[in-house]
């Protein structure tokens, strides 16, 4: 099947200070890609919606200024977490769908410190 | 749809079982479903997927059944290994401009005890 590949898996970052987090479609172009949060024993929640080539779209209650997606190719999406604090502590996880199929990448655990 | 804020539920089965998880949907409009495993640490990976015409289909070990008239889907694993030990989520597919994007229900956490 296609391949998402997310980087990096793991994260440990001081308060105040930010994190980039990369989203590579490696065998299709995916002009669309999408960026979602999972609490501990939760389900996925979706942040924003990264589009190639114009703004991304986000979810009501999500901070555009902290959480900067950046979609500068058919393959890459970057999210930003901004300024990063303890709560922003998360699994974050990207996904993109050549077809109907959606996948998603390894995902990546932030801890804030 | 999502049920953010909610813990999961859980389903404890012996190996060897088969197990059944459930999932309801909300959207009647919805054509296309799919079942997800996610592993402690990882992203979701693609299980099986369903079209609404079709009311049940098999892959190995695993067979979804969709009930649309009550908007229920779920996913039976046959044999079921400690292996399979996961979150599993069902997922409504819908358009987004040019792609799809799924919604994801609440999520089951399934333990396979030796």
């Known amino acids: 099947g296609a391949v998402v590949s997310q980087h990096p898996s793991r994260v440990i970052c001081k308060s105040g200070t930010s994190v980039k987090i990369e989203c590579r479609s490696l065998?299709?172009?995916?002009?669309?890609m999408f960026w979602y949060r999972q609490f501990p024993k939760q389900s996925l929640m979706l942040m924003a919606t990264?589009?190639?080539?114009?703004?991304?779209?986000?979810e009501q209650g999500v901070e555009k200024d902290k959480f900067l997606i950046n979609h500068a190719s058919l393959t890459l999406s970057t999210l930003t977490v901004t300024s990063a604090h303890p709560e922003d502590s998360s699994f974050y996880i990207c996904s993109a769908n050549p077809g109907r199929v959606v996948f998603f990448g390894q995902g990546t655990r932030l801890t804030v410190v | 749809g999502e049920s953010v804020g909610l813990h999961l539920p859980t389903l404890s089965v012996q190996e060897g079982d088969n197990s059944i998880i459930n999932c309801a949907y909300s959207n009647s409009a919805s054509d296309y479903f799919i079942w997800y495993k996610q592993e402690s640490g990882k992203g979701p990976q693609f299980i099986i997927d369903?079209?609404?015409?079709?009311d049940k289909r098999q892959g190995q070990r695993v067979t979804v059944l969709l009930n649309k008239t009550v908007k229920h889907l779920s996913l039976q694993i046959a044999a079921t290994q400690p292996g399979d030990s996961a979150v599993y989520f069902c997922?409504?597919?819908?358009?987004?401009?040019?792609?799809?994007?799924?919604?994801f229900g609440r999520g089951t956490s399934l333990i396979v005890h030796p």
């Open positions: 369903i079209r609404s015409n079709m």
């Open positions: 065998d299709f172009q995916a002009t669309t």
């Open positions: 997922a409504e597919n819908k358009r987004a401009g040019g792609s799809y994007i799924p919604t």
């Open positions: 990264s589009n190639e080539g114009s703004k991304a779209t986000y």
